[in-house]
């Protein structure tokens, strides 16, 4: 394969000094006076903004389209939103759920001319469809993200994205968009009732997903690999997880924050044992059950409680160590 050419410091001859110039996506680039100092920065600053924006120049706002703005953004999204397996994550198809009307209404508007009366009609236009309120709030806050790319990338003027930033979302009860009804647990009895209608491959995963409640994409992709069969009980730890065993940071966090939970347990209950969550305790080796108040600790404290009198001498983590943990 040829190796990728550099566009190359050029000189054009003309009176009454020679030009500098670099011709990129077919076009010249006058720099100044050939030979100067001044025109060579020029030059070495073009290539540059031309090498990291893909081997092309970088649009003005007022020269670029929604759908161009979009163009260039789904090449972002296709690399940024992958598993660790290559597979594209959730977000994708979000993006392109959220982005089919931004197109279809202001494909060809200047990025420049979009603010908030467009937003409001592109968010109009999500309500039409009968989608619930939530999804269409998550809707326009993946738009304005894409806005919000823009600036970084020096497409998209900042005051664009900032004008776009006072739309509130849409209110419970002040909207005629519907909500979502709460996902509630199905009944054993329905689980039953597939029994025959599924093959036994299908049947062992969902009584596996009944006994350890977890997510039916980690147990489809399951492993004889992953499971470790050393000890009495085995341990299964998928590859792609939402979160990961590789946080030494937030795992010691979560150490910390179960420990002091059930200290603070015990010194209310007056128990010395290890309280368990089943509430059975263990005092001198010996199993018995806890105190009554002990079981109904968790029920009692709120979270703000237990920030407040209980996790309060935990090490402070920031932002970036709390990131997709609960």
């Not at 050419?5 to 001859?13: D, E, L």
């Not at 009584?207 to 004889?224: D, K, N, P, S, Y």
């Amino acid at each position: 394969m040829a190796a990728t050419r550099t566009p190359k410091y050029r000189r054009q001859k003309s009176r009454p000094v020679d030009r500098a110039f670099v011709e990129l996506d077919g076009r010249k680039h006058y720099l100044g006076q050939h030979g100067t100092a001044e025109s060579k920065q020029r030059y070495h600053q073009l290539l540059a903004e031309w090498t990291v924006n893909g081997r092309q120049l970088c649009a003005r706002a007022d020269q670029i389209t929604i759908v161009e703005l979009v163009a260039k953004f789904w090449k972002h999204v296709e690399t940024y939103y992958r598993k660790p397996n290559g597979k594209p994550t959730a977000s994708l198809y979000l993006y392109q759920a959220a982005l089919r009307p931004l197109k279809q209404l202001y494909g060809r508007t200047s990025v420049a001319e979009f603010g908030p009366g467009a937003l409001r009609a592109v968010r109009s236009e999500l309500l039409e469809t009968g989608i619930s309120r939530g999804v269409i709030n998550r809707y326009v806050n993946l738009i304005r993200s894409v806005f919000r790319w823009g600036v970084a990338q020096e497409l998209v003027p900042v005051d664009v994205h900032t004008a776009l930033t006072a739309i509130d979302g849409l209110r419970r009860g002040r909207t005629k968009a519907g909500e979502t009804k709460p996902s509630k647990p199905v009944s054993e009895a329905h689980v039953e009732a597939v029994q025959a209608y599924v093959s036994r491959q299908a049947w062992a995963l969902i009584q596996l997903q009944l006994h350890t409640a977890a997510r039916g994409g980690e147990l489809v992709m399951m492993r004889a690999i992953d499971i470790d069969t050393a000890g009495k009980v085995w341990m299964y730890g998928p590859a792609d997880h939402r979160s990961p065993k590789d946080r030494p940071k937030l795992q010691k966090f979560r150490q910390q924050a179960r420990n002091a939970y059930w200290d603070k347990v015990r010194q209310m209950t007056g128990t010395s044992g290890a309280l368990k969550a089943s509430g059975i305790i263990s005092v001198n080796g010996a199993r018995t059950a806890a105190p009554a108040g002990a079981r109904t600790m968790t029920a009692r404290m709120t979270i703000k409680a237990k920030l407040r009198s209980t996790f309060c001498e935990i090490a402070p983590l920031g932002p970036q160590d709390l990131r997709d943990t609960f």
